[in-house]
């Protein structure tokens, strides 16, 4: 069974750092492109960054392009995004997801999110 | 950037009834790179349809989903209490990915 588990979310000020973890289970992480999808409270869904199942090619939403790092570590089946210069509009829930690798790349298995509050 | 539209915004319906979605894309998607996602409150989202008509693993048959070109509909043929939830449509053929606003089914 496919499980991806978020973490590194909280309360950070304006301006700040806060680096998220998709810890992924029941699949060969090695093998499937990975993103990060963002949902601020009461609002739709928001693609933020995908990297491929290498890691050798990343994508970001021009949202957060420059401020955002996606990256993996294959060894440690786990997921990172790296979350620079912090500001209110970032506040969401950042889901981690898998990639199918079937016709094209939609998000087909996805993590439970977790809270990240921009605020002083 | 191609912008997903759905409508209704809201749909309010019966257990039993059927349901009727649309998503209309701002250019043609290509390959019908479209995908149907659910979601239920404090839930993540679950993947329906891909490829604008095929059902995701474990999807019962009474979602269906059709179209081409810039025109989608996701379709329940009849709603079972389970299926009250907000419906997102994807467009990932092109850059960025994009998704609806959202159409939430609710009980009448």
């Known amino acids: 069974e496919v499980q991806l588990l978020e973490s590194g979310g909280g309360l950070v000020q304006p301006g700040g750092s806060l680096r998220l973890s998709c810890a992924a289970s029941g699949f060969t992480f090695s093998s499937y492109a990975m993103s990060w999808v963002r949902q601020a409270p009461g609002k739709g869904l928001e693609w933020v960054s995908s990297i491929r199942d290498s890691g050798g090619d990343t994508y970001y939403a021009d949202s957060v392009k420059g401020r955002f790092t996606v990256s993996r570590d294959n060894s440690r089946n786990t997921l990172y995004l790296q979350m620079n210069s912090l500001r209110a509009e970032d506040t969401a829930v950042y889901y981690c997801?898998?990639?199918?690798?079937?016709?094209?790349?939609?998000?087909?298995?996805w993590g439970q999110g977790t809270l990240v509050t921009v605020s002083s | 950037e191609i912008v997903l539209t759905q409508s209704p915004g809201t749909l309010s319906l019966s257990p039993g009834e059927r349901a009727t979605l649309s998503c209309r894309a701002s250019q043609s998607v290509r390959s019908n790179y479209l995908a149907w996602y659910q979601q239920k409150p404090g839930q993540a989202p679950r993947l329906l349809i891909y490829g604008a008509s095929s059902r995701a693993t474990g999807i019962p048959d009474r979602f269906s989903g059709s179209g081409s070109g810039t025109d989608f509909t996701l379709t329940i043929s009849r709603l079972e209490p389970e299926d009250f939830a907000v419906y997102y449509c994807?467009?990932?053929?092109?850059?960025?990915?994009?998704f609806g606003q959202g159409t939430k089914v609710e009980i009448k």
């Open positions: 997801a898998k990639f199918s690798n079937v016709a094209g790349w939609y998000e087909d298995h």
């Open positions: 994807q467009q990932y053929i092109s850059s960025p990915r994009t």
